[in-house]
């Protein structure tokens, strides 16, 4: 803000500047005001200006004097304080902390000097109206407090700060009573009016929203949505109906006045709108669910029509964004690809479910007509995804090199990742671990130096040494053991299985020459270790890990 006749700027104008240490006043002009020891205090509750002697005293001095609590989280506890004893007297097991109220005690501390907590009532016909609009009325147009009972269901009352403490608070109660009702009379006219079409009476709408000028109407989104929707539901063995409906209507409460007048709500006012025009209840709630997580911790969607609705929605975003350039940069992501890759990588994995990720994208880049996005993004998107994971991994409690060990291999079904690193974990404690890694290290490193690729079979008429042959011997009887265990995805004890093999493995190296003259027998030790390379890598690189 700008004041007087001067070009200064600042948050609110500025009257008077205190520049203190200790007790000497330190002279200077900030922000077009000399410094003094003299500040103001409440506009109403303080009767003059008070002067501070020292630093230190000011926190106590504008507390007393000036009714002023500087300290913000003085202030927030006080407001916190405050909110809690006002609900304990609506009622044993009354909540006040729904919705975003954390964030709302925050910034109306941000707001107030001297906070004082009262509660107002409202008509009880309000009560009709979708809860989360009655919340997000209350708390984002008024920065008051919604009251609930211990069944969650919201009372007749909220609870307000005000700036001041009054001797009788009648007036300022009803007062923001009347302020209230109007803004309740409204979210009522809006729902009342949204019933009045049904969803799917929207959808053809939308073909007049843009959702991007090189992707299309939010129409022809929807029409990705339904066919990527039902062939995800049908990887999964559910309902592909429900998914593809679902998908159709998920985007048609774009369209209602109350969305219009709070977009935090969409999804949410589409499944009350959905169960209104007589939908199933598990398409109404994938209506809700596909912008499922909504956060890094947030809520997954339930239940597998869910899940694909949710799934097809940020695959679809994926690809068409990423696919016409706009990958995200540096810190930007305006489109919030990092958000919805998150997404997938935690449906993905939380909720196991058994589908190839990377096919996936090709799928989803099989919606766009051709030309729209680039050829190459679901290779790209695949990429980008490992690299959300690698953070999420980390978060669970697995180690760098661990994590490096299973994603090097590019797995494509991440609903088996988390059971990869665990073996690996179990594996790592075992004492032939780090003795088994080492020779995996210097496997690589003899193939690298070889050049080429080794037969995909050994011959045994060329094994010429004891330990050779006992070690092919081996890796031959533990392929047999493991390779049903890692199509049953059992990676734990097939490592278990594997790392018997150490005692033949220390034998070979001890005794054997892998580069000898002979070329025959050389590449025939170079495949029997390729062999036992790869038996490993069923599970994971166990050569990137570290001692």
Not at 402 to 429: C, G, H, M, W, Y
Not at 461 to 480: G, I, P
Request: net charge positive; with cysteine.
């Amino acid at each position: 803000m700008r004041w007087g006749a001067g070009e200064t700027q600042f948050v609110r104008p500025v009257h008077g500047v205190i520049l203190l240490h200790g007790k000497k006043v330190v002279p200077g002009t900030v922000l077009g005001c000399k410094s003094g020891n003299k500040t103001l205090g409440h506009r109403f509750l303080s009767k003059s200006a008070i002067t501070i002697p020292s630093a230190k005293d000011y926190e106590r001095l504008l507390k007393k004097k000036g009714k002023v609590i500087s300290h913000f989280e003085a202030r927030r506890d006080a407001i916190a304080k405050g909110l809690d004893a006002a609900a304990k007297k609506a009622g044993k097991s009354v909540r006040w902390d729904l919705g975003k109220a954390a964030e709302l005690v925050d910034e109306v501390a941000c707001l107030v000097e001297h906070p004082v907590v009262h509660m107002g009532t409202f008509d009880q016909v309000f009560l009709d109206v979708p809860k989360e609009c009655l919340v997000v009325s209350m708390q984002q147009h008024q920065k008051y407090f919604p009251l609930a009972g211990a069944d969650g269901k919201l009372l007749n009352k909220f609870l307000f700060v005000a700036n001041m403490k009054a001797a009788n608070p009648k007036h300022i109660i009803h007062g923001n009573e009347r302020v209230l009702r109007a803004r309740l009379s409204d979210a009522r006219f809006f729902y009342d009016q949204d019933r009045k079409h049904k969803l799917e009476e929207r959808v053809p709408r939308l073909a007049h929203v843009v959702y991007h000028n090189k992707l299309g109407s939010q129409l022809e989104r929807v029409q990705r949505l339904t066919k990527l929707a039902g062939e995800i539901a049908h990887l999964l063995k559910t309902d592909a109906a429900g998914a593809e409906r679902a998908a159709y209507l998920c985007k048609a409460d774009l369209l209602t006045e109350m969305v219009g007048e709070f977009p935090e709500l969409q999804g949410i006012m589409g499944h009350y709108y959905a169960l209104h025009d007589g939908e199933s209840a598990f398409v109404a709630g994938a209506i809700e669910q596909h912008y499922f997580p909504k956060g890094a911790g947030g809520e997954l969607p339930a239940g597998p029509i869910a899940l694909s609705v949710a799934l097809a929605d940020k695959l679809d975003t994926l690809t068409g964004i990423f696919g016409i350039g706009l990958a995200p940069t540096g810190e930007k992501d305006p489109f919030g690809l990092r958000r919805a890759a998150l997404g997938v990588v935690r449906i993905l994995i939380e909720k196991q479910l058994p589908l190839d990720v990377r096919a996936l994208f090709e799928r989803a880049r099989g919606q766009f007509p051709g030309g729209v996005v680039a050829e190459s993004v679901a290779q790209d998107l695949y990429g980008f995804l490992l690299e959300r994971l690698k953070p999420y991994l980390r978060e669970q409690g697995f180690r760098p090199d661990e994590i490096d060990a299973v994603l090097s291999l590019n797995p494509t079904r991440l609903d088996q990742t988390l059971k990869r690193l665990e073996a690996l974990q179990a594996f790592r404690r075992l004492p032939e671990a780090e003795a088994l890694a080492a020779a995996n290290k210097r496997i690589r490193n003899i193939l690298r130096q070889a050049g080429g690729k080794p037969a995909a079979e050994v011959n045994p008429a060329l094994l010429r040494e004891d330990a050779e042959k006992h070690l092919a011997e081996q890796v031959a009887a533990r392929r047999t053991e493991v390779e049903p265990l890692f199509h049953h995805a059992d990676y734990g004890a097939a490592l278990k299985r594997l790392a018997s093999l150490r005692p033949a493995v220390d034998a070979f190296f001890d005794k054997v020459m892998v580069m000898t003259d002979d070329p025959a027998v050389r590449n025939n030790r170079l495949a029997l270790l390729n062999n036992l390379s790869e038996l490993f890598l069923g599970a994971a690189d166990i050569s990137r890990l570290q001692s």
